[in-house]
């Protein structure tokens, strides 16, 4: 936005007679506020040559806020009468902090995901540039000294979240992140700040995050590439060298050497002086793989959850400065400032970590897309099981299509057997847990000296308590889900608000007897130890892994060869690379298709294909056994055939017969309030707006139930919305902009 020279004739500026007070020029500032306008402010003397994109304090009511201006304009804005400006109160950077590239985006984003300017904008910057003091170090606690059985106990009964707090750190084995602390267990600080006093516990500070990226060595020679590999690589070259943007699928089944592809392009990219994006599920942000693009690529930068706000912005600066060109890294990083961008890369683009559940709740490869398209750059999806919404964009040639469909080094995707649960002999008290011919591989395995992985969605040691007598189960009190058993706390657990409750006795509703059903990671690990005795297992869940160096140990443990057998929830499912795993499990490959989403099946292949591919990665082979309930389930037979086109075509039918996305535009409501009355009220409120405006073409669900009616003593209600084409939304984005700056209002896409 340009800024008037000095003296030259502005509307207000070229009277000196008038109140230089109203002089020129207007600073535009998007705030981080739901409420979705720019405020003006009258740019004062000192911070002439202002320009969009730079951070200001500005007065707002009777606090200070930071936003970043959008817009420098020589005229005051028509509705405020200039006077009333209030003077920007202080600027926070001298050039922009944020490229008009990225003010374009964040207003995209703001405008698709029914938020601010100022939020989307706050949603790029790291923490450190949002508020005014950013931390320097990140909070820890740890467990100095265990009281003994007898004052547990007596805790437990007085105090039951001190008993909890340190059950929980005992677990950790070392210095917790307190923000993690609260996380995993539900509880808040002041128990620990209690125990703290009490000196039980003790607060710390890190001050840098252990560099888990330092030292991990790779070689830095590329290997030849296969000719389907080359071909891949040519094509995102050629798009590169000719500066345009372009989006690509890469589909390439695991372990084909799709990593390999986005090295070459990132080298290409860099060659031409310019940089690049690599996005990554957090968790697959691993030490290995930072270090094979820091072997290529030279130093990187990385930015995930764990670095405190003044490393997140140390990364951001030098990446903002040109002084490194290529971030590594999860969603948020989507958003660095690259000055000439070249290349974003998408891995594992179908990942649901990908989405963001907080304002704005924008989807990382939608965006990803948008960005290259803004900033003339190359974008690559790779993926082995594509979302449905790129490979139809792909089919339809929205999207170019770039396929490995076989291993590096001849290696083969393994058999998978498809085990049928209900014909599985119920004779032993394993049968549940680990079925016959998972047995008969697993100890095979063992016998050679080989290793295992076993997955399986579910945390705690049953997943639920069923009454013998009317069938009910035992709810939580604050929410409308079952309580799961964790064997090792002794207590009924709500995996939503993470409360405990003792052991149930009996059903509330009847009295009658209640019984255990269902398996969890901790009755599996506990099965398996029983089974293999003399196998070192190990189990990956957020139980386990309450210290973020957790994860990093019991891997470096597997690989180095202390662990024969790993088990776990999605923390092994993904991008874990062990050629001396040939057998993996999948324990129950039903849990995701029981949630009442339209992409359930989606989701369930997917779990599938990727748990698969951790095993058979060298020339030993591999096999993998997927135990089931529902074996006929298309989603699990496609996946048994290693069937993905197969797959996607079924399921797109069914999505455009029902009207899902990708065949529809979809938009999802959701009301909370403390009481019922309420909640349903606000639902049909926002309904009969809605209606009033809704055109030809969309469909309105609801109000309804959701599927977790109530949520920590919130209830909750839903509206679906259906439009076909998806442009038939437009009409209702004024009603669902205006719906989503009210208190308990979520508006969310599909
Ligand atoms: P994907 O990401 O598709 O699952 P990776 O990129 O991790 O697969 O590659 C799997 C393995 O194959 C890695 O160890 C990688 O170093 C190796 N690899 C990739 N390309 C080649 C090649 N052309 N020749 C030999 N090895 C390769
Ligand atoms: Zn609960």
Known sequence: MPVPAPGQPTLFGDDPGRAPATAGPFARVALDTPVRREFSYRVPPEMAGLLAGCRVQV????????????????????????????????????????????????????DDTFCSWGQALAAMLPAALRRDRPRRTVPTVELLAAPDQAELERLAERFPKQERAIAWLKQAGGPVEVRDFCNRTGLSKSPLQTLAKKGVVRFGRRREFFDPFDGAAVPDVPPTLTPAQQTCVDAVCAALDARVHEDFLLHGITGSGKTEIYLQALERCLAQGRGAIVLVPEIALTPQTVARFRARAGEVAVLHSGLTDAERHDQWLALREGRLRVVVGARSALFAPIPELGLIVVDEEHETSFKQESTPRYHARKVAQERAELEGAVCVLGSATPSLETWAAALD??????????????????????????????????????????????????????????????????????????????????????????????????????????????????????????????????????????????????????????????????????????????????????????????????????????????????????????????????????????????????????????????????????????????????????????????????????????????????????????????????????????????????????????????????
């Open 397 to 750: 040639g929205r999207v170019r299509l770039l396929e490995l469909p076989e291993r590096v080094a001849g290696g083969k995707l393994p058999s998978i057997e498809v085990v049928d649960m209900r014909s599985e002999k119920a004779d032993k008290e394993h049968w549940l847990v680990i079925s016959e011919p998972l047995r008969r591989e697993l100890e095979g395995a063992l016998s050679r000296g080989e290793r295992g992985i076993l997955f399986l969605n579910r945390r705690g040691f049953a997943p639920a308590w069923h009454c013998r007598g009317c069938g009910a189960c035992v709810h939580c009190p604050a929410c409308d889900v079952a309580l799961t058993y964790h064997r090792w706390r002794k207590k009924a657990v709500c995996h939503y608000c993470m409360q405990e409750a003792p052991e149930p006795r009996s059903c509330k509703g009847c009295g009658g007897p209640v019984n255990l059903v269902g398996v969890g990671t901790e009755r599996a690990e506990d099965t398996l130890k029983r089974m293999f005795p003399r196998a070192r297992v190990a189990r990956m869940d957020r139980d386990t892994m309450v210290r973020r160096e957790s994860y990093e140990e019991v891997l470096g443990a597997f690989g180095a060869g202390e662990l024969d057998l790993l088990l776990g929830t999605q923390m092994v499912a993904k991008g874990l690379d062990f050629p001396e795993v040939t057998v993996v499990g999948v324990l129950d490959a039903d849990t995701a298709l029981h949630h009442p989403d339209f992409r359930a099946a989606e989701r369930c292949f997917d779990l599938i294909c990727q748990v698969s591919g951790r095993a058979g990665r060298s020339d030993r082979g591999g096999k993998v056994v997927v135990q089931t309930w529902i074996p006929d389930h298309p989603a699990i037979r496609a996946a048994a055939r290693h069937d993905f086109p197969g797959f996607a075509r079924g399921e797109l039918a069914e999505r455009e017969e029902f009207g899902y996305p990708p065949s529809a535009g979809g938009v999802r409501l959701q009301f909370e309030a403390a009481d019922l009355p309420k909640v349903e009220r606000m639902a049909r409120e926002a309904r009969d707006l809605l209606l009033a405006v809704a055109a030809p073409g969309t469909q309105l669900l609801g109000p309804a139930a959701p599927p977790v009616e109530k949520l920590k003593g919130r209830w909750r209600r839903q509206i679906l919305i259906k439009a076909r084409p998806a442009r038939a939304l437009l009409p209702l984005h004024p009603a669902l902009y205006e719906l989503c700056q009210k208190q308990g209002v979520t508006v969310d896409r599909l």
């Open 59 to 110: 007065p707002f009511g009777a606090r200070r806020l930071v936003g970043v201006v959008v817009g420098v304009d020589a005229h005051p804005p028509a509705d405020v009468a200039p006077g009333r400006l209030r003077p920007l109160a202080r600027l926070l950077d001298p050039a922009p902090m944020l490229t008009g590239g990225l003010l374009r985006l964040a207003r995209q984003i703001a």
